[in-house]
DNA sequence: CTTGACTCTCCCCCTAGGGCAGGGTCTATA
DNA sequence: TATAGACCCTGCCCTAGGGGGAGAGTCAAG
């Protein structure tokens, strides 16, 4: 009882062209071959086997390996250290793929976030009262542009205990270019404590608060909103000044420094 | 500042070979290519793709997906929509692999009782005493064959709450090639019915056992032992007589006949 | 004898690069 | 200025598991 390749893939729903795949790869040999028309006839035996093949390659295992496996003999030893072996394999898979799923879950939640912060900006100073928060911070002297360096410090320490956007604080008085004294902080969930990072209560209050949107090197003009509307109040404002990076540079994208969003916050005096 | 494809490789962590490949694709273009010599040249812009690039392929994206969002100009709700597409994609794939390692684990404990099965042969007629056992069968009248077909079906119905080896019941009295009253079976956890398949509890009690080992045409050889048996200590064998399929053609190879394993168990009337 | 369904081999395509060959280029040192 | 060693270019072949198609030959029924 012979099959012809046609037959033979809807006998075993592997397809013409896999079938003539095995059979150049020695792993599924034809019973017959006509000599004349090189037409390929197939039997019960090789149904048999096909089938041994097609379960083989839904478990994902390479062809390479069904061919020895198929070779080795059948010896049951073998064929139970070669299926742990591709458990292994589709485990790690499965392990790689889920850091990759709970990263991305990190990265869509705090895009998500910015987007929300977009279609929320106010852009007018307001007053508002905080609450104590819990912060992590790094306290360094030097530029403003230093803290790039600093945020990915934070988040690699703190990595899932971090529960907001990342903010500055500005322990100087004035503005100052290449000295300044600045905190980088995230805030955080628990009290975790890592040298060198401290971990402490960020204390509320009543405070002027404005959305400064674009490019960094404009918040000054921000500032100086926030400064008139201080004297116009007669509020006197303490330090530190506090930034909040709503949206900044994306994780993955640069983004449009006129997009970006940063929060300023400074204390009043009661 | 340019950098060579060398140099830009070692900053960026991507190798020669792909920065060439992306530039190719038209994902990566240097900012400067020497028309004289080819030669490639980065620059820091460059840089801040590249690092996109590595973050994106990390999560498994494709270089025409990468392509793709490259172009699509960073629009926040599309990079959102994308990473969502794409932890959907890693989610499939986990829970595709995630099957096939159950099946897996299922197939290596059979494959892993056969073998053990195996080393614990006897080869003897023993006197066992067996414990009520709830089975799940499909009594039916035919070949011996038939059953063959009748497994799968039993499998397929109670799944993951079979518990043991399969087996037939023989319900004639001596033996029949063509009308034989089969009743195949497999032992379950839990009393689920079912349409067709009486789930039930079959009585323990005192038996005579026998492993057999060899191809099933030579059954008959095994049950002449026990025959010989009984009648030597007077016995009488009581109606169906029991083949417990031990070790049968594999789920996946057929396996060598003579080392299949078939225990058959006749219950002695007291 | 014809016709339609099948089958053959050969070739190119896909991913994301790896490896190598043969030849041209850059830069520092003698 | 010549040269050595490092660097870079293009082009070709390879991976796994096929998909798609071209052009030619074959089978079976009417």
Redesign the interface.
Known sequence: MLFSIGEFSRITGLTVKSLRLYHEKGILIPHTIDAKTGYRYYNHQNA?KAR?IR??R???FSLSDIKEMLEAG?D??D??SA??R??QN??D??SN??K??S???T??QS??E??MA?TQQTHEVEEKTLDDTLIAGIRFKGKYCDCGNVFPKLCRQMGRYIRGKPLNLYYDAEYKENDADIESCVPVRECKPVEGISVRNLPGGKCISLIHQGSYERLGESYEKIGAYAKEKGYNLKIPSREIYLKGP???????PNKYLTEIQMMIEE
């Open positions: 048999e041994a379960i083989l839904s478990f994902e059948e049951d030893a064929l139970i299926l742990e591709q458990k589709l485990q898979q499965v793929y889920s990759i799923i990263t991305l879950n990265i869509i895009e998500k910015m987007q977009r994306g994780m993955i994208f640069r983004g449009n």
